[in-house]
C-alpha cells in the first residue's frame, strides 16, 4: 500500500500551518503505511547551503559536529538537533566537502538544498511526526509519506521522501520492476542511487532529467517512458509540485484544488481537515497524465 | 428520520444499525454527517430504506446493497456499490476505480466522472455515468447496461459478454472483442427508461451501441498452433 500527501500553498496566508496541516495528513493515512514516515518541506531559504543529515546514534555524532565543520570549513556553519537528524546551514560551495566528511563519519545524508529540510524514520506516522516537531514547521509546501514496504527493507534509509539532487523530493506508492537496469543506466550519468530502494532510482531519474535541462513537467513525462511498474509519484522542487500516475493507475490518488492550495492524497481521508475542502475542486487525477504547479 | 454523527459513531456500530431494519418497521430514512471520506459506509444494506451520506466516502461505499436507496451528496472512493443485488446508489459526484463491480442489479448513477474499470465484471446492474468513464470500464461485463454521457477511455468493453454500453461521447479505444452495434427500436426504449430514472438530461438518439463481437466465446481452431 503506502499513503503519500502533499500540499502546495499558492498565498502565504498558510504558510504558519503548512506542518500542522501535512501532520494531520499524514496521520490520516497510518493505516495505509505505519511501518516508517517522512516528510520533506520547504521553509525560508537558508543564509547558505541546508544539508539534512541523520545518525542512529545522534548524541554522539552530534556532539561537537559544529565546532568541527567550522574548524574544517574555515566558515560559519550553524546546527540545529531534532532527534535523530540535525539541519547544517553550511557555506555554499560547501557540499562536496562535507558529503566526504559525513561518509567518514558514517553520518547520513538525507538531502541538501535552499530551503528543503527533510525529516524520516522508522515507526508510526503519529510518533515521527511528534519526534520532529514537524506540527511546528512553517513553509510553502511539503510532501509525505507513510510505508508499508514491499521492495526493501523497513530502515530509516528505506523510508520516503528520497532526495538525489538539491532541493528536491519524491514519495511513492507502488513498485518499480526496471530499477534495477535503470540503476546502472543512471549511475553511469552521475547519478547513483545510495539504497537498493526501488523509488530511490525514480528520485535519480528525475534528478538526472532535471540535471540535463528538462522542466518538471518534462522529466515526470519521462517516467511514463522509462520506468516500468507500479507508480503514482509526487515530486517537490524549490518551487514545484509534480504528480503522475502509471497507465495502468491502480494505485489511488485523489486531488483537491482552492483559491490557496493544491493537495494531494492517496484517499480523500487526508483532505477532511484542510481549511475550505468543502468548496474545494476534487478530482482523481489520469492516468499517465502528468499535473506540475510551480511558484 | 434519524441522523448519524460519524464523530461519535463506530462504523460497525452505524452498519450493524442500517443492516437491522429488515422487517421491523424501523426509520426509513437516514442521514449520516460527518463522513470525512470514511471507508465501507452503509454496506450489506438489505431493506428498502433511504441513506444519505453527507459528503464524501471512501473506499466501497455502499457495497453488496440490496433494496436500499443510498444517496452521496459528495464523491466516493474506488469500489463504491461493489456487488450491488437492487436498490438504487446515487453519487453526485465523482467515483474512483471500479465503480459497480461485479453488480448482479439494481441501478447505480454516478452525477461526476467515474475513473478506470467503471463497471468490470457486471452481472446486470444498470450503470449510468452522467460524465466520462476511464480505460478498462466494462471489461468482462456479462450482462446489465452501462450508459455513459460523456466519454469513455481505453479498451472500453474489452472481453465483454453481453452487457450492453452506450456512449454518447467518444471512445478512445475499444477493448478486444468488443464491437459498435445497431441502435434498435427496443434500445432506444430501454435507454429512454434509464436516462429517465438517472435524472440524465440527454435524448437516446444521441447515443452508440458497443457489444460484444462473440468472436472470443469460443476456441477457434486456427489458432490451435498458438497452444
Sequence with gaps: MCGIVGLFLKKDDLRPRLGDLLTDMLITMTDRGPDSAGIAIYGDDADGLKMTIQSATPDEDFDGLEENLTALLRGPVRMRVIDTHAVLTLPEGSEAEVRAFMAEKGIRVMGVGNSMEIFKEVGLPKDVASRFGIRQMAGSHGIGHTRMATESAVTTLGAHPFSTDGDQCLVHNGSLSNHNRMRRELARKGFAPQTQNDTEVAACYISSRLAEGANLGEALDGTLQDLDGFFTFVVGTKNGFGVVRDPIACKPAVMAETDDYVAFGSEYRAFANLPGIDNARVWEPEPATVYFWER | ?227
Design chain 2, 1 to 227: 428520520m434519524q441522523t448519524i454523527d460519524m464523530a461519535s459513531t463506530e462504523l460497525r456500530e452505524l452498519n450493524s444499525m442500517l443492516q437491522s431494519q429488515e422487517g421491523n418497521g424501523g426509520d426509513a430514512e437516514w442521514v449520516i454527517e460527518n463522513t470525512r471520506g470514511s471507508h465501507a459506509l452503509a454496506v450489506g444494506l438489505n431493506a428498502p430504506i433511504k441513506v444519505t451520506v453527507k459528503g464524501s466516502a471512501g473506499y466501497y461505499c455502499a457495497g453488496m446493497n440490496k433494496e436500499a436507496t443510498v444517496h452521496v451528496t459528495g464523491s466516493v472512493g474506488p469500489g463504491v456499490a461493489e456487488n450491488m443485488i437492487s436498490g438504487s446508489v446515487i453519487v453526485e459526484g465523482d467515483a474512483s476505480q471500479y465503480a459497480g463491480a461485479t453488480g448482479h442489479g439494481g441501478l447505480l448513477v454516478i452525477k461526476g466522472n467515474a475513473s478506470s474499470r467503471c463497471g468490470i465484471s457486471m452481472k446486470g446492474v444498470d450503470i449510468v455515468v452522467h460524465g466520462n468513464v476511464g480505460h478498462m470500464s466494462a471489461f468482462m461485463a456479462q450482462s446489465g447496461n452501462l450508459v455513459i454521457l460523456g466519454d469513455a477511455g481505453d479498451a472500453l468493453g474489452d472481453s465483454l459478454y453481453e452487457a450492453r454500453l452506450f456512449v454518447r461521447g467518444s471512445v478512445k479505444s475499444l477493448g478486444a472483442d468488443c464491437i459498435e452495434k445497431e441502435m434498435r427500436p427496443e434500445h432506444l426504449e430501454l435507454l429512454a427508461d434509464l436516462l429517465e430514472r438517472a435524472g440524465a438530461d440527454a435524448s437516446p438518439q444521441e447515443f452508440r451501441r458497443y457489444g460484444s463481437a462473440r468472436k472470443l466465446y469460443h476456441f477457434n481452431v486456427d489458432h490451435a498452433d498458438e497452444y
